[in-house]
């Protein structure tokens, strides 16, 4: 990547946390002050950056814009698809991409085992209580103002601990665990699941295979726009958290302190 647009990159993830000063930008890429300002200059030019009255900058309207026609254009289950078919891969086991649609659990995507027993879900639904993946995605939605001891119990415990399970999935012979996936500002936008015939594979042999599936989920989420989390897995997943592609964006914060 070119040194330059490997800088302005950078000094746009470090504006998204906030507007910075001249000296606060050259701190965060370690460069000159000089450096910094042509940077900023180019990008205040094609507005993605805008000088504040204070003399700080801060990101512009073009990447508003840009982020919207990306929203627009965003397809969860397009992105999803080669990390559904590289878990299946690893694992031999059914791999579903879900959704909460219409207050029902929808299914995206399926990738099926060898040993699957059932016909593929996709595009059917199914009640979110009951199922992993329901509870994954009621656990995963905004709380309102209300405190996460007022949710179900159960409902807190999924969100805790970032993946639910359950034996005979939906009242069918089915063994299933599924992790939420994160999508901008942490939001759960789709669940990832891992479901064998109960009758093959015992709850603890699917359990095994939760790394894996954590891993993935992980990997979907930092696709989407999500921020990276401790389950992140380079080894597994080969994703890289949008910080680790620079050599200079772990300056920012240590920069933003001073």
Not at 167 to 172: D, F, T
Request: a positive charge; one cysteine or more.
């Amino acid at each position: 990547m070119s040194q330059s647009v490997d800088r302005a990159l950078t000094l746009l993830g470090s504006l998204g946390d906030g507007p910075l000063s001249l000296e606060q930008a050259a701190g965060s890429l370690g460069v000159h002050k000089s450096t910094a300002l042509r940077l900023l200059r180019t990008l205040e030019e094609h507005g993605f950056v805008l000088r504040q009255p204070d003399r700080r900058y801060r990101v512009g309207g073009r990447v508003l814009s840009l982020a919207h026609r990306a929203l627009e254009d965003f397809d969860v289950r397009q992105v999803a698809a080669p990390h559904l078919a590289a878990l299946n891969a690893r694992c031999g086991y059914t791999v579903q991409l879900a959704v909460l649609h219409d207050g029902e659990v929808l299914y995206l995507d399926e990738v099926a085992g060898p040993s699957a027993a059932r016909p593929p879900r996709i595009g059917r639904r199914a009640p979110v209580t009951g199922t992993a993946v329901g509870r994954v995605l009621l656990a995963g939605l905004p709380e309102d103002g209300s405190p996460e001891e007022e949710l179900p119990a159960e409902l807190a415990a999924v969100r805790r601990r970032g993946w639910a399970a359950e034996s005979a999935e939906h009242r069918e012979p089915v063994t299933c665990v599924a992790a939420p996936v994160a999508g901008s500002g942490g939001r759960t936008v789709a669940a990832c699941a891992l479901s064998a015939p109960a009758s093959q594979v015992p709850p603890a042999e699917l359990a095994r295979m939760l790394p894996e599936l954590l891993c993935t989920a992980e990997a979907i989420s930092l696709a989407c726009g999500g921020s990276p989390t401790p389950r992140w897995c380079e080894n597994r997943c080969g994703a890289r958290p949008a910080g680790r592609a620079s050599r200079t964006s772990g300056r920012a914060s240590a920069a933003r302190r001073r």
